[in-house]
């Protein structure tokens, strides 16, 4: 029996050592700062249109997104455990780039409609959903497996460093520029994600049978379903994000809860980030703690307890903290979920299996935009997250006694043999 090698916590200079991974990087960085600034320079927009008096065009964003996201994630899923990963995010991103041109034209020539606005949304959110399962499964293929575990971690911070640049630079460019401008930027950005993936030497196709798509999508399913541990960390995700979805319609609180503008959205952006790298620094430390469910239900009901304190915030600088706490505690669930699914699942199941996340992720967002943005609408922003922590503290609760695998779960102390290089 051949002895398997120990999960470690090497120094971040060696991953950074590796040619590959350094570009992979960098294309993931520029496609998170990209769609960090659309996320708030788009919404912006729709309130700029609107005198910042109704909620309501914010969130049809949700209900836009919701069906596509959903039908690309599935695509996605398949092709990502079909064909080489590194084209797929290549194509999907010069996509983004194109769509982010002709919005930011028809903007700036002043013949943007918001029917227009929302298709545009709804391309980009599905084309956002369709390149992560291809992303994220192409760190297994050109790191050492016995730094999985560190990379996956170092992945997602690679997420919040991008949300932090996003946000410094959109309230760097409220001095200067409106929405529209900042859409432009957004798109200088993608045209570097969309080239750097075709530079990456390593190839990642899976080996995988050639199946039907249906029969693909349903075979990830039944793999999800029967997994001891992916069902609960998903469930849970999906209910806490639901009552409490923030991050892509942070003008929409700059407004409600403190009526500031793009500025204030921006530095809300960038804290949320900060916070949500400290979380990374938090979860990179704790690599080794193998119950990571206990890790992910002690976040998850800090979080839901800070939705109290957002909608209490009385000022800026207060809701600026508890956004960074939140930032943090969210980011110890993805880092837990996603190092979950990469160290428990084979190469040719993981686009598919990621796949599932990252739709119940999606699927939660939209909702939850629908749902702030209706009763930020009908009771005000503060009562919604009041609200929103208190379902979020009982749905904590009430998974953690019902899914008791969560809390049982324990991370193997070894990388696991499919995933040997």
Request: include cysteine; aromatic fraction near 10%; proline fraction near 4%.
């Amino acid at each position: 029996m051949s002895e398997r090698p120990a999960l470690s916590r090497p120094p971040l200079r060696s991953l950074f050592a590796i040619r590959d991974y350094r570009v992979l990087w960098i294309a993931a960085l520029c496609m998170i700062i990209a769609q960090q600034i659309r996320f708030i320079a788009i919404p912006q927009w729709f309130l700029d249109q609107t005198g910042a008096e109704s909620f309501t065009e914010v969130a049809i964003i949700g209900a836009v997104q919701l069906p596509i996201q959903a039908l690309a994630v599935l695509y996605g899923c398949v092709l990502a455990d079909r064909f080489d990963r590194r084209w797929l995010m290549a194509v999907g991103n010069t996509l983004v780039l194109a769509i982010l041109l002709l919005v930011a034209a028809a903007a700036t020539v002043d013949v943007l409609e918001f029917w227009m606005a929302w298709v545009a949304l709804g391309a980009l959110g599905g084309l956002a959903t369709f390149v992560q399962p291809a992303r994220a499964t192409i760190t297994p293929r050109v790191v050492p497996s016995r730094y999985l575990s560190t990379a996956v971690t170092l992945d997602t911070s690679t997420q919040m460093s991008g949300w932090i640049l996003g946000g410094l630079i959109v309230t760097a460019l409220a001095i200067g520029l409106d929405a529209v401008g900042m859409l432009w930027v957004a798109a200088g950005f993608s045209a570097v994600s969309a080239f750097m993936p075709t530079l990456i030497r390593t190839t990642a196709r899976a080996v995988t049978t050639q199946q039907s798509t249906l029969r693909m999508v349903i075979e990830g399913a039944r793999y999800v379903v029967r997994h001891p541990i992916l069902p609960g960390l998903f469930i849970l995700d999906w209910g806490i994000t639901v009552i409490s979805y923030y991050r892509e319609i942070l003008p929409l609180l700059a407004t409600g809860l403190f009526m500031a503008g793009v500025g204030a959205a921006g530095a809300l952006g960038t804290v949320n980030a900060v916070g949500s790298a400290c979380g990374m620094l938090l979860a990179l430390f704790l690599v080794n703690y193998r119950a990571k469910g206990i890790m992910v239900l002690a976040a998850s009901a800090f979080y839901a307890a800070l939705l109290f304190a957002l909608g209490a915030a009385p000022w800026l600088w207060v809701g600026m903290i508890v956004i960074a706490m939140l930032g943090a505690a969210d980011a110890v669930t993805v880092a837990v979920r996603q190092v979950t699914v990469h160290l428990t699942t084979p190469d040719e199941m993981r686009g598919r299996a990621f796949s599932v996340m990252v739709l119940m992720a999606q699927t939660a967002n939209n909702i939850g935009i629908i749902w702030v943005g209706f009763w930020g609408e009908e009771i005000g922003v503060d009562n919604t997250y009041f609200l929103g922590g208190a379902i979020g503290l009982g749905a904590t609760l009430l998974i953690g006694l019902l899914w008791r695998s969560i809390s049982r779960y324990r991370a193997p102390d070894h990388a696991p043999d499919s995933l040997g290089s």
